[in-house]
């Protein structure tokens, strides 16, 4: 009898053997995160929104396999309180200093990238991480908010203007030393399309002609200065997306595209004049495309849900099975997307999200007591709602200091040599001029944001409708410029000792070389 019990038992073993085995071999792994960031590019310029003066094969491939956003936005359209964003998924007024540009990184606020590093993944980063600013120290240790540094491979590259670095190179690198059993997350931070550009750029080693551009935004000059200005753009936006084809095929061929997620995407809008820095549409809004072949349902998809920049570290921290509670980064604000990964659907996909909140406190130096530019704004599918709460102040940067928050560029010398030579003051209003104390748009009938409807009294009920979402939604994020504290924005030091009190200092004739705008743009003895 014990014998056949025995042999009972060994028979059901051997059935369930291999049963286990292959639970075990199909239980899903954690997914690696490839995370590539643009620096300086708007929405659409990329082959899949139809921009067909830009060739992005990279970003179109991760479209046409996987999801393409048509509304994703960062909440700040500037370097680091973007990329502040990104990585601890708050709103830059929930960040303290970290809703300035080059800032203290606060201590408290852990970044994505930590976390999942301190629970089971590989992580590091090329090019561009967090920056500009100090991101301090932790546990007595330079904190590493993008992770390890991987960019010792250096390249020539196609100008003077673009980044030595070798991403993919570097990609590959940290791929050898990845240990065989752990999942990856690597931050590929291109320098690329960031200003200075090399004039003619786009039409001499691009292949790209003038009149390939069907259109120049309304609100610069149309001239042949400014066309070869966006076609250098485009070049160095194909620069970024080659590296990023060769870190797609490099995956493909180690067996690891199918259990990576691949997120394309921009820190801001382009370097140009009533862009980045500010809050129009081509400032914050930006594209996004998202691959995983594993995980994304019926790819291909079209997606025109709203998405917000806050929304990227609780959908990493969801797919690598790390509770926000446990993690450090309990309160979060953004919304995980696994949800629209799951779905079959495209188009709206989740009713909740139809708008996002934008604003904006203190980025580049160049008014007295190192003031900023506090804007707080509300974007849905049909409106752009913005309150200016210092209008007495240059939105762009003061005149007398060069308008130090937009990169110096043809563009912007066409501009304010038109008002200074011709008298043309209207290029010169809709990107440097001072601004109403509210602006309405509406985006149906004025995507590019020129016709301010605030004042017509037939939009009155909308405004303030859009108003009160906005006050309400701040204010349940805890904003301290909805409780009387919105100062101590102003009050945060720049994390560069060379950038405080720059204003006083430059106006007592200290020489300052600030290398992103051109001696012209000075303007010392401006009138208005």
């Not at 995160?33 to 139809?50: E, Q, R, T």
């Not at 292949?207 to 610069?220: E, H, R, T, Y």
């Not at 382009?270 to 914050?284: D, H, I, T």
């Not at 079209?302 to 309160?331: K, Q, R, W």
Request: charged share 25%; with cysteine; glycine share 8%.
């Amino acid at each position: 009898m014990l014998i056949k019990k025995n042999l009972n038992k060994f028979l059901l073993f051997l059935f369930i053997l291999p049963l286990a085995c292959q639970t075990r071999e199909e239980e899903p792994k954690r997914p690696n995160i490839l995370f590539a960031i643009a620096d300086d590019l708007s929405y659409p310029h990329m082959g899949a929104y139809g921009t067909d003066w830009i060739n992005t094969p990279g970003f179109d491939r991760v479209a046409n396999d996987g999801l393409l956003f048509t509304r994703a936005y960062t909440p700040n359209a500037k370097c680091s309180p973007s990329r502040s964003i990104i990585l601890t998924g708050r709103n830059s007024w929930q960040l303290e200093e970290a809703a300035n540009h080059v800032p203290f990184f606060p201590s408290k606020f852990l970044s994505h990238v930590e976390v999942l590093g301190e629970n089971g993944y590989f992580t590091g980063f090329t090019g561009k991480g967090w920056a500009p600013g100090n991101a301090g120290e932790r546990n007595g240790e330079p904190r590493r908010l993008t992770g390890p540094r991987f960019s010792d491979l250096v390249l020539d590259p196609p100008t003077d203007q673009i980044s030595r670095v070798d991403y993919a190179g570097n990609f590959k690198t940290f791929l050898d030393e990845k240990p065989e059993e752990e999942p990856f997350y690597f931050w590929y931070g291109s320098t690329e399309p960031h200003r200075a550009y090399e004039f003619g750029s786009g039409v001499a080693l691009g292949g790209k002609s003038l009149d390939m551009i069907d259109q120049v935004p309304a609100f610069w000059p149309d001239n042949d200065s400014v066309r070869n200005d966006l076609l250098d753009y485009a070049f160095e936006t194909e620069y970024f997306d080659r590296h990023l084809m060769d870190m797609l095929e490099e995956l493909e061929r180690r067996g690891e595209l199918d259990n990576t997620l691949v997120i394309v995407t921009a820190d801001n809008g382009m370097p140009f004049p009533r862009v980045k820095g500010q809050a129009y549409e081509l400032s914050n809004h930006l594209p996004l495309a998202i691959m995983w072949g594993r995980g994304i349902q019926n790819p291909g998809r079209i997606i025109d849900d709203f998405v917000n920049f806050t929304d990227f570290s609780p959908t990493f921290l969801e797919l690598a099975e790390i509770h926000p509670d446990s993690s450090g980064m309990a309160i979060m604000s953004g919304k995980s997307l696994v949800s629209i990964f799951n779905t079959d659907a495209s188009g709206k996909t989740d009713p909740s999200r139809s708008r996002v909140l934008i604003g904006k406190e203190r980025h580049d130096i160049g008014r007295p007591d190192d003031q900023g530019y506090p804007i707080r704004g509300i974007v849905t599918e049909e409106y752009t709602y913005i309150q200016n709460f210092e209008t007495n102040r240059w939105p762009a940067g003061n005149p007398e200091t060069g308008y130090l928050n937009t990169d110096g560029s043809p563009t912007k010398t066409v501009i304010l040599n038109q008002r200074r030579v011709e008298g043309e003051e209207h290029f010169w209003n809709l990107s440097f001029g001072k601004r109403a104390a509210e602006e309405l748009y509406d985006r149906q009938k004025d995507p590019l944001c020129l016709n301010n409807l605030a004042l017509h009294p037939e939009y009155q009920n909308i405004k303030d409708n859009l108003a009160e979402q906005m006050v309400n939604q701040l204010k349940e994020q805890d904003d301290p410029r909805m409780f009387g504290n919105g100062d101590i924005f102003d009050d945060y030091e720049y994390a560069q000792e060379s950038q405080r009190d720059f204003y006083t200092r430059f106006m007592e004739g200290e020489s300052f070389n600030t290398g992103w705008v051109n001696d012209s743009d000075y303007e010392k003895d401006f009138e208005e």
